[in-house]
């Protein structure tokens, strides 16, 4: 039995999850003895708590420590930089929710409460050193996730989306957690070190068992960020939950399925760079490639603006795992962070446009609002079109980037698919703005309110989506410093 000392019981590495669980207990108090309080200040607890944990980050930055509490919890320059992509996702739906909140009376305490724990989830996905550990941080993300979707009670839609989620997410998690089963049962041990050693000895009690393991974590994987073939939940999910609440799970858990997926195929399994590291980049390449055509040839048909969003994002997801396939982490965290900001930003305007109550989200619905709420229907179109990857935004810049590492990795067919289907995105994230600038509007239209959060949301987005497109060389200088503090990264690529 190891002793105190090995276990490794330092606190200060896992003080971000501890500031927003803290939040989380805090709403949850509140609301239970001052129940008719101001809704706003549940919010507002929730900042605070996103904030202590943002400078609980930022302490770690450049400390290099030992794996915690017995390896289940890593402090690396993979869990740190997805750490603050994590928080800022969180934020920007808090500020977002709030306004939801109030105009359609819904019951802060519990939604925000839900929502510190799913951003828990998410920091113990992206800082985990174990299986179980992921396993454990995937579930609470999972389980807040579900309930979010189908918050708005009397709406069926909601409802809907809710039970879907619920179904297919939980078929999901039986293939990945049977993956990790099998994992251990060929390696004897569930630490991501411990299994790399056992790759990389060839100590394996059945290689076999390994790859079948691989393999099902693989799908399971794939559910969680919904790539082709396996995103038939997400239109449906994406379009039946509040809108706040969409992009929260369009940015957040995607990005934390994908720092786990990082953790797992780029710096665990590939340690001995052999057969099962050459099949997952062969069925990577194929799933992306699958990803990035059914998401945009779908989209094109799409009339409602968030089941566009929703197939946008499954092409999305077929762009970043280039990065993956690539075996670049820092490219798949740029990415991801241009994709948070700029996805944020179109489902912040997105909710605000939209009727209270019954969220009409039709395409034809924005007609003729170009000019009657300018600066809201201008803001959609910057999201829109970095979305689409027009330069000078961070869409175009993220794509850069991950085309850019792919080439250099020898996938240059890959690179070409993913660079026509970019291409053909633009007609679909064009077609919202031809609709609010140049149709006319039958029936009258009364701009929407705009609270200060929301106004501060869509500003942050609006700088996330200028400052990464116009001036990223500050931050991709950084992410480049990080790769070669990280061993596992830089030996593969070593190896590719």
């Not at 971000?16 to 549940?42: H, Q, S, T």
């Not at 990945?176 to 790399?196: C, E, H, P, V, W």
């Not at 709420?373 to 794509?399: D, E, Q, R």
């Amino acid at each position: 039995m190891p002793n105190v000392q090995e276990l490794n019981l330092n606190y200060n590495a896992i003080l971000p999850e501890l500031c927003v669980i803290g939040a989380g207990l805090a709403i949850m108090m509140y609301d239970a003895f001052a129940p008719k309080g101001p809704r706003r200040l549940a919010g507002w607890i929730a900042l605070a708590g996103l904030a202590g944990a943002t400078y609980s980050v930022w302490r770690l930055w450049g400390l290099e420590t030992a794996p915690s509490f017995n390896g289940m919890l890593l402090t690396d320059p993979l869990r740190l930089t997805f750490s603050i992509v994590f928080l800022l996702v969180a934020a920007v739906s808090v500020m977002f929710s709030m306004q939801m909140l109030d105009d359609e009376r819904l019951p802060a305490g519990e939604y925000f409460t839900l929502l510190m724990f799913g951003t828990v989830g998410m920091l113990l996905m992206g800082g985990a050193g174990d299986l179980a550990m992921l396993f454990l941080g995937l579930e609470t993300l999972s389980i807040t996730t579900y309930v979010l979707a189908g918050f708005r009670r009397g709406d069926l839609r909601s409802n809907e989306s809710a039970l879907k989620y619920f179904i297919l997410g939980s078929f999901s998690t039986g293939f990945l957690l049977y993956g990790m089963a099998l994992t251990y049962g060929a390696t004897k041990t569930t630490n991501l070190a411990g299994i790399q050693e056992a790759i990389a000895t060839g100590a394996l009690t059945s290689p076999g068992l390994l790859t079948v393991g691989a393999a099902l974590m693989l799908v399971g994987f794939c559910f969680k960020i919904a790539t082709a073939p396996f995103h038939f939940w997400a239109p449906d999910v994406y379009q039946g939950a509040p809108t706040p609440v969409t992009a929260f799970m369009a940015a957040g858990p995607k990005a934390a399925a994908f720092a786990a997926m990082l953790r797992i195929f780029v710096m665990t399994f590939p340690a001995d760079g052999g057969d099962l590291s050459r099949a997952t980049t062969g069925v990577l390449v194929i799933v992306a490639i699958m990803s990035m055509i059914v998401g945009n040839v779908a989209a094109i048909r799409q009339t409602d603006i968030k089941r566009m969003l929703a197939y946008s994002s499954i092409a999305h997801a077929g762009y970043a795992l280039l990065g993956v396939v690539a075996g670049d982490w820092t490219s798949v965290m740029f990415y991801l962070l241009t994709y948070a900001v700029m996805n944020l930003g179109a489902f912040g305007v997105v909710s605000l446009l939209a009727r209270v109550g019954d969220e009409k989200t039709d395409i034809e619905d924005f007609a003729g609002i170009g000019f009657k709420s300018f600066g809201l229907a201008m803001l959609l179109t910057v999201f829109l079109l970095s979305l689409g990857g027009i330069p000078l935004t961070a869409g175009f810049m993220g794509k850069l980037v991950i085309f850019k590492q792919c080439w250099q990795a020898g996938h240059t067919t890959l690179v070409i698919v993913a660079a026509l289907n970019s291409a053909v995105s633009l007609y679909y994230y064009l077609r919202p703005v031809v609709v609010m600038f140049f149709r006319e509007r039958e029936e009258e239209f009364v701009p929407p309110r705009v609270s200060t959060m929301a106004e501060v949301a869509l500003t942050l987005a609006l700088f996330g989506v200028i400052y990464l497109g116009v001036f990223p060389g500050r931050l991709l200088s950084e992410l480049d410093r990080l790769a070669k503090r990280t061993p596992a990264a830089a030996q593969l690529n070593s190896q590719r």
